[in-house]
């Protein structure tokens, strides 16, 4: 019983500490870096979203695509400027709104091909994200 103890014990001590080093990277990331951690988060639960898919977990699936719906929609889409960012920002807050009618056909519809879909376009404008980040520090 005490093994079982010392095991929950260490599990959630590792959660903490991972939780502190998330919160510690994201506190002293720039803003370029908080937004491909926000693309890397949105991927990442598209693709849980899929595996649940895949294995018919429906709760564990409509949990993933929902904080990939939320990432998309108050991470990405409210960090745009539209003021300042002119056509560009609101060609992203285009795709950002497809994106998210992506997610919720997915999520209605059990439809992976729109999962695929939304992965696809999150990737294609994360890693002009990373090169812009990357040019931005000599890289």
Known sequence: ???????AAYSRGAGAYA???V????MSAS??????MLFDGALSSI???KLHLNDGNVQAKGKAISKALDIVNNGLLAAL????GGEVAERL??????IARLLLTANLHNDEKSLDEATRLLEDIGSAWRE????ANGV
């Open 31 to 36: 803003p370029h870096q908080l937004i491909v």
């Open 93 to 98: 807050a285009s795709l950002y709104d497809y």
């Open 81 to 84: 400027d539209a003021e300042r």
């Open 23 to 26: 919160e510690s990277g994201v």
């Open 1 to 7: 019983m005490s093994a079982m103890r010392g095991a």
């Open 132 to 135: 812009i980040g990357s040019q």
């Open 19 to 21: 939780k502190v080093g």
């Open 47 to 49: 693709r849980a979203a």
